[in-house]
């Protein structure tokens, strides 16, 4: 089972972890991550100009090469998967943007949106299935008390992104018992780290980050999983005051299945 792979410049710079342990989860897992050729960055975010088109051809671009492979479109960074999915809603329904970045590119055969975009946990909840997972698991994280943070790019908008309930998810918190940890519920994990305000308003992103820290030590986790890397970045600044350290899902997964030291 291939999938055309998108991993956009954060995994290839400062979140290589959460690239490297996905690959070889995924070929542990039974299926196979196809970089796609000469892909160029997302931008990594969605441009709201309703008559913006030049920062969407990127991604236009990923969407048709996946289209012409006959395949899905995998993404693990957040930011990518928002845009590319953004993207890809726009080219299919709605029709000044597809008709104006159709004629710009020029290709052989015009994208309508035909690419399925999916996050890497998608792949292992609606593919795999959590209980096969449970199944490949050799390293349980049995007595593991892990928090997992959502943020915002994952979840909203809801109806175009369609990852999971934006109000209450549980994609993460399946993936948690799967491998044989006890999911901790909080109530902060689906609210923003400022990961976007972190430059230009530090003290109020910081003040975010310490809420979400404060609430999950208070529920009890012992460490938090995410699949953000602007989100990792934001909330590690925190991590020396918060006491607890911050992960990539792919990691606790690598380590799961027994994969992470070949990594």
Same mark, same amino acid.
């Given at each position: 089972?291939?999938?055309?792979?998108?991993?956009?410049?954060?995994?290839?710079?400062? !979140?290589?972890?959460?690239?490297?342990?996905?690959?070889?989860?995924?070929?542990?897992?039974?299926?196979?991550?196809?970089?796609?050729?000469?892909?160029?960055?997302?931008? #990594?975010?969605?441009?709201?100009?309703?008559?913006?088109?030049?920062?969407?051809?990127?991604? =236009? @671009? *990923?969407?048709?090469?996946?289209?012409?492979?006959?395949?899905?479109?995998?993404?693990?960074?957040?930011?990518?998967?928002?845009?590319?999915? @953004? =993207?890809?809603?726009?080219?299919?329904n709605v029709?000044?943007?597809?008709?104006? !970045?159709? $004629?710009?590119?020029?290709?052989?055969?015009?994208?309508?949106?035909?690419?399925?975009?999916?996050h890497?946990?998608?792949? &292992? @909840?609606?593919?795999?299935?959590?209980?096969?997972?449970?199944?490949?698991v050799?390293?349980?994280?049995?007595?593991?008390?892990?928090?997992?943070?959502? #943020?915002?790019?994952?979840?909203?908008?809801?109806? &175009?992104?369609?990852?999971?309930?934006?109000? $209450?998810?549980? &994609?993460?918190?399946?993936?948690?018992? *799967?491998?044989? *940890?006890?999911? =901790? &519920?909080?109530?902060?994990? $689906?609210?923003?780290?400022?990961?976007?305000?972190?430059?230009?308003?530090?003290?109020?992103?910081?003040?975010?980050?310490?809420?979400?820290?404060?609430?999950?030590?208070?529920?009890? !986790?012992?460490?938090?999983?995410?699949?953000?890397?602007?989100? @990792?970045?934001n909330?590690n600044?925190?991590?020396?005051?918060s006491?607890?350290? =911050?992960?990539?899902?792919?990691?606790?997964? !690598?380590?799961?299945?027994?994969?992470?030291?070949?990594?």
């Open positions: 089972m291939k999938y055309s792979y998108y991993p956009g410049c954060t995994l290839k710079n400062k !979140a290589q972890d959460l690239d490297r342990y996905a690959r070889a989860s995924a070929l542990k897992l039974g299926f196979e991550l196809e970089e796609i050729p000469d892909w160029q960055c997302c931008g #990594g975010v969605y441009p709201l100009g309703s008559d913006e088109i030049a920062s969407k051809l990127a991604s =236009v @671009r *990923a969407l048709n090469y996946a289209k012409e492979q006959g395949q899905d479109l995998i993404t693990l960074c957040s930011a990518c998967h928002h845009v590319l999915k @953004r =993207v890809n809603d726009d080219m299919k029709q000044d943007i597809s008709d104006r !970045a159709n $004629n710009y590119m020029k290709l052989d055969e015009p994208y309508r949106g035909e690419t399925k975009v999916l890497f946990l998608e792949v &292992i @909840r609606d593919v795999i299935g959590f209980d096969e997972l449970k199944k490949m050799v390293n349980p994280l049995t007595g593991k008390k892990i928090g997992a943070y959502y #943020g915002c790019l994952t979840l909203r908008p809801g109806k &175009i992104l369609e990852f999971d309930n934006p109000e $209450n998810p549980k &994609i993460m918190e399946d993936f948690i018992r *799967a491998i044989g *940890a006890e999911p =901790v &519920i909080y109530a902060n994990r $689906n609210e923003c780290c400022g990961g976007y305000i972190s430059l230009k308003e530090g003290e109020m992103a910081q003040d975010r980050t310490k809420k979400i820290f404060d609430n999950c030590t208070d529920m009890g !986790a012992e460490m938090l999983i995410t699949a953000c890397p602007l989100c @990792r970045y909330l600044k925190s991590e020396a005051d006491k607890i350290p =911050v992960y990539y899902f792919t990691e606790l997964l !690598a380590e799961a299945l027994g994969v992470k030291e070949d990594c």
